[in-house]
């Protein structure tokens, strides 16, 4: 094998052994697409569901109120439900009255399967008083959210649930193998150039 040969062979080498250690085991971005997720709204507490139904997440808004999905209905209409990639959304519009205080009175969603699991939500709300993260819960597939006592401040108001996803893991030891053969190759073609 001549010299260019041989520092072709080298370079080959060290960017497959990098690259096939440094990708091993990325997994794609956590989504919710796809997914077939519930949403259960409970009144007067956890026990209680008073309208459930279950969606395919998908493009566009999976349950719009009033209509024939599970959930309208059960709270002064109209409202949209909607699933994104990583983000669940509620708005309601043309009302003002307030949600009322019992134990519990709000909305449940599960099935998400999101990626390695959920490890953190942020909030983000408008034409809403008293509504923040302390009344937000989850688990590693699903999020509850309870409005009780949040005023409506606004004609037009709304929340938005954005997920975060448990970091997955890297399976080091399967890129391994991959990489001591690169070294090998890269000691190999050094030992080589040594000798001629």
Do not use: H
Not at 65 to 77: F, W
Not at 80 to 86: C, K, Q, R
Request: proline share 5%; glycine share 12%; with cysteine.
């Amino acid at each position: 094998m001549n010299q260019a040969m041989s520092g072709k062979f080298l370079a080959t080498c060290c960017a497959t052994s990098f690259a096939a250690f440094a990708f091993a085991g990325q997994a794609g971005a956590a989504s919710l697409l796809g997914d077939t997720v519930t949403a259960d709204y409970f009144f007067p507490d956890l026990s209680t569901s008073i309208g459930s139904d279950s969606f395919v997440v998908g493009a566009g808004v999976e349950a719009s109120c009033p209509g024939a999905s599970g959930i309208c209905g059960i709270l002064i209409e109209p409202y949209l439900l909607d699933f994104g990639a990583n983000t669940i959304s509620f708005a309601q519009f043309g009302t003002r009255v307030p949600y009322a205080g019992p134990a519990f009175n709000g909305w449940v969603f599960t099935g998400l399967d999101f990626g390695s699991g959920i490890s953190g939500v942020s909030l983000s709300s408008s034409g809403l008083s008293g509504l923040d993260m302390s009344d937000v819960s989850f688990t590693a597939d699903s999020i509850s959210i309870n409005l009780q006592d949040v005023a409506l401040t606004a004609d037009q108001n709304g929340w938005t649930l954005t997920l975060s996803e448990i970091p997955a893991q890297i399976p080091v030891p399967a890129a391994m193998p991959l990489l001591l053969t690169g070294l090998g190759a890269i000691g190999w073609a050094s030992r080589r150039r040594r000798k001629s």
